[in-house]
């Protein structure tokens, strides 16, 4: 079957729940789901009932998909995502947001649980993506491209909307709450990386390092989406200070940063124009 197919066999499926077309597509990170709580009247379907959808298999990731009103802003968010680790093909993982493209969507946010490179950054800080780094040896984009979605060669200089960046730093200082800028690397996982590489990570300037996010990032930039990137620092992995992770480590800090997460994207969502 055909990419654009299956693409449109999940969005089909799914628009067939609903009688509203979404304005904000959300993908909820490690230890973040509870956002989606927050939703008002949501259709929740399971991933496993959505043709060509692939299905969450890591611990944190509940594999649901719920649609409904949060903030007044008509949202389809995704409480789990899928991993190139997974053995997923990096079309797999982009096909959710071609879905919420073509279901119409203006804006995608995207969130993840990381590990923290910049010593000026702490565990349990919350850090907004202002660019990043693709280390996960593969690319969303290869293979036949997309013309309904976007052009051959799409710009990625400015994959994270600067002037969302800029709302989302207002917000906090309203708030109260610490908001880090930085840089967000990805590798393909599912290993923690050895000090070395971690090194040469911050060498090239990563702020922090993760396993997830840029393929639906740059997939949803391709298709002419705005892009809104957050991350939760839930360990330090500075080389000469840093402990062994472990992922459920990772899944208690992301769970005890939730309060501020929430508080942010829900006033973000509130306050953003489309």
């Known amino acids: 079957m055909k990419y654009l197919d299956r693409i449109n066999r999940a969005s089909d499926f799914i628009k067939g729940k609903i009688d509203f077309q979404p304005e904000i597509g959300i993908i909820l990170g490690t230890g973040l789901g509870s956002l989606a709580e927050h939703i008002e009247n949501p259709i929740v379907i399971e991933y496993k009932d959505i043709p060509e959808f ?20 008509k949202v389809m968010a995704m409480q789990g995502r899928f ?12 096909l959710p947001v071609r879905a919420m493209k ?12 990381c590990g923290g490179l910049n010593p000026a950054f702490s565990a349990g800080d919350v850090m907004v993506i202002t660019d990043h780094i693709n280390m996960m040896g593969s690319n969303p984009l290869i293979g036949a491209n997309l013309e309904e979605f976007g052009p051959r060669f799409p710009d990625m200089s400015e994959v994270y909307n600067r002037a969302y960046i800029n709302q989302l730093q207002e917000i906090a200082q309203k708030l109260n709450i610490k908001l880090q800028e930085g840089v967000y690397s990805a590798i393909s996982g599912p290993n ?13 300037g990563a702020d922090t390092v993760g396993m997830s996010t840029i393929p639906e990032c740059m997939v949803a930039r391709h298709s002419g989406l705005k892009v809104l990137g957050v991350s939760c620092i839930t360990d ?5 200070i840093m402990k062994s992770p472990s992922h459920e480590e990772i899944v208690k800090v992301a769970e005890g940063v939730k309060p501020k997460f929430v508080s942010l994207l829900k006033q973000f ?5 489309l």
């Open 54 to 73: 692939p299905v969450s298999t890591v611990v944190g990731h509940a594999g649901k998909l719920l649609i409904g009103t949060l903030e007044g802003k």
């Open 83 to 94: 991993h190139y680790y997974e053995g997923y093909s990096m079309q797999d993982i982009a």
């Open 102 to 113: 073509v279901l119409g969507i203006k804006l995608l946010v995207a969130s993840n649980a």
């Open 192 to 204: 923690y990386l050895s000090k070395a590489e971690l090194r040469m990570l911050i060498t090239i």
């Open 236 to 240: 330090m992995a500075i080389p000469d």
């Open 269 to 273: 969502i509130k306050e953003v124009q």
